[in-house]
């Protein structure tokens, strides 16, 4: 006998709260989606992404936008649930503007009373919703191949290569260390790709690869870490720390 068969109260209960939770969180992005905050502007202006690009790119991360021109990126999960969502803000050259330290939606609500003080977001993976929508568009059969899932460390490296290269699911840590083998977790039975940014040193590709190790032990498949930045990225680029992203657009305009 299944446990749903067996408490199915209960499984009642948790579907319902489910079903609310995810009409919630619908509410939530969608009240704030667009493609009018400084960041969104930026792509475009500053020639990573054409207009549309930006639109679909948009929609596909259901990216948001701040009352002061900041993008939120919202963390969705793989069961459709919102976690919380970064709020940023970008210079018009398309940089992060370091001078305004970025804000979490959920604390924002807990200062506003609209989440209980107590309330902790639990986050993931920037993109996580995107394999549901993958999975969904394998055939019966089998014949469709499940996306490659590569994985950067910036937000706005995720949106850049959804649309360079799109035969891939582009998702993001957020952070060099919010890499972990729990975060990666949903993607098990996936081919994954890390992709790290660079550094004067190799540590953060170092790191990776060791999370990716422990990864493919728990998995029971590999997890693979590109090396294209440690083996092309020059000095000068180590430095900057640049990322795959910065990577393809210098050799594009080169």
Known sequence: MKMEELFPH??????????????????????????????????????????????????????????????????????????????????????????????????????????????????????????????????????????????????KTAVIMSALKPDCLWLATGGKTELSVARLSPLQGRRIILFPDTDETGQTYRDWYAIAEAAAGVFGHPVTVSSILEQRATADQRAAKIDIADLLFRNERE
Not at 14 to 20: C, E, F, M, P, V
Not at 46 to 60: E, F, I, K, P, W
């Open 10 to 155: 209960t499984f009642k209960a948790l579907r319902q709260q489910t079903a609310a939770q995810r009409a919630e969180g619908r509410r939530w992005w969608q009240q704030r989606q667009g493609t009018a905050s400084d960041f969104c502007r930026a792509m475009v202006a500053n020639g990573y992404l054409t207009d549309s690009q930006v639109q679909q790119a948009a929609q596909r991360y259901r990216l948001g936008v701040g009352r002061d021109g900041a993008v939120i990126f919202w963390q969705i999960d793989d069961c459709d649930l919102l976690r919380d969502g970064k709020i940023m803000h970008y210079r018009p050259d398309g940089h992060r503007d370091h001078d305004r330290k970025p804000t979490w939606a959920s604390y924002l609500m807990r200062r506003s009373g609209r989440l209980p003080r107590q309330w902790n977001a639990d986050h993931c993976l920037f993109g996580l919703h995107l394999l549901a929508a993958d999975a969904a568009s394998l055939t019966a059969d089998g014949a469709a191949r499940a996306a490659t899932v590569c994985v950067v460390e910036a937000e």
